[in-house]
């Protein structure tokens, strides 16, 4: 479920699936779709924070719902969502906390300001899975982070934790989960405040040099996951990653 409250012209969007640590099911990203669309088209909507309802921020795919959905094209809530996250043109703000897995860490690249606890954790399993990274991330991540370590995090698909993600500039801030909403919000309300057409220039000048790159980027990630994504040594890493979860259950 996604929950949507407007306050001083900013949108706050919440994850709100706590049962599944905000496992996106690809009704999910319909509505994270249709909000962020709903923020391009209102003037009164400066800013949009994204955050959760409990302690994971989002747990990746909820691979059952997503392997459902069928292939990976133009109509695809997944491929809608990723295409809407990269050409976004409002500052986009994220309060994260707890997990970000797969899509909660990579949906990250796509957004100005970052705010985090010191308990979160990040992870990109893809190459676990038998898959390649998405959301224009092998672009995105090593303009980050560096080559070697986006090549850590990609291929080895090693976590890290706040101090990591900070020291690469993943993250503006870490703080105590207690305090993380405050800050977050009054950044956003700060930036709600400021002179419109100034800030959106702003974004479109920071943005600009990698707009393009990023979205050939992930119309090629697209096309090697939808590969990837059929081939066996995937779909035994899934039956396997299935199996590991009815076991511990």
């Not at 801030?173 to 305090?179: E, F, H, L, R, S």
């Amino acid at each position: 479920m996604i929950l949507t409250e407007l306050n001083q012209g900013v949108l706050t969007i919440t994850l709100h699936r706590p049962e599944k640590k905000n496992a996106l099911s690809q009704q999910m990203y319909r509505d994270l779709v249709q909000a962020l669309q709903r923020a391009e088209a209102d003037s009164g909507i400066k800013v949009v924070l994204l955050a959760s309802s409990s302690d994971s921020f989002c747990a990746g795919n909820d691979l059952q719902d997503f392997l459902g959905a069928g292939e990976l094209n133009d109509q695809h809530p997944t491929v809608i969502f990723l295409y809407q996250l990269a050409r976004f043109t409002k500052p986009l703000i994220a309060a994260v906390d707890g997990l970000a897995i797969g899509i909660g860490t990579t949906a990250l690249l796509h957004c100005d300001l970052v705010y985090v606890t010191e308990r979160v954790r990040f992870q990109l399993p893809f190459t676990a899975l038998g898959l390649c990274p998405e959301a224009g991330s092998s672009v995105l991540l090593p303009q980050v982070a560096g080559y070697q370590k986006a090549a850590q995090y990609l291929l080895l698909g090693e976590d890290f934790g706040a101090n990591e993600a900070l020291q690469m500039g993943l993250v503006n801030q870490v703080i105590n989960a207690d305090k993380l909403m405050t800050l977050a919000t009054g950044k956003a309300q700060t930036l709600a405040q400021l002179p419109d057409a100034a800030v959106l220039a702003t974004k479109k000048l920071l943005r600009q040099q990698l707009q393009q790159p990023t979205l050939a980027a992930i119309a090629k990630e697209l096309e090697l996951f939808q590969q990837l994504l059929v081939s066996d040594d995937c779909q035994q890493r899934v039956k396997g990653f299935f199996g590991t979860k009815n076991n511990k259950s």
